[in-house]
């Protein structure tokens, strides 16, 4: 049974700084690309940040770009995301997810989801 298991999430003031964690358990196969998404009340889930797990390549969202940064650990099967100067606008609750391909960004490409992790920025 895949399960993916989250961490970090709280009430924060804007400019502050928060780590989220997650670790997933129970793969079948090595991940192709770990993601974070995130999602508001009565708005689809975006999609935050990603990184590839064989080549570490990574991909952000424009709206954290320069803010954002993920991570991994491959022995783990953990993915980090360090969030800094965080801002109102990224209170949402963050899902991590796990896909078997390489490199994909898209929603539809994870399999795996994680219950989420509530965020939120206060101003």
């Known amino acids: 049974q895949v399960q993916l298991e989250e961490s970090g999430g709280g009430l924060v003031q804007a400019g502050d700084s928060l780590r989220l964690s997650c670790t997933a358990s129970?793969?079948?196969?090595?991940?192709?690309?770990m993601a974070w998404f995130r999602q508001t009340p009565g708005k689809e889930r975006e999609f935050v940040a990603g990184i590839s797990w064989t080549f570490g390549f990574t991909r952000y969202a424009d709206s954290v770009k320069g803010r954002f940064a993920v991570s991994r650990n491959t022995p783990q099967n953990s993915v980090y995301l360090q969030m800094n100067t965080l801002k109102p606008e990224d209170t949402a609750v963050y899902y991590c997810?796990?896909?078997?391909?390489?490199?994909?960004?898209?929603?539809?490409?994870?399999?795996?989801w994680g219950q989420g992790t509530q965020v939120t920025v206060s101003s």
């Open positions: 997810a796990v896909s078997h391909l390489g490199s994909t960004w898209s929603a539809a490409s994870y399999a795996y």
């Open positions: 129970g793969l079948p196969r090595s991940p192709g690309s």
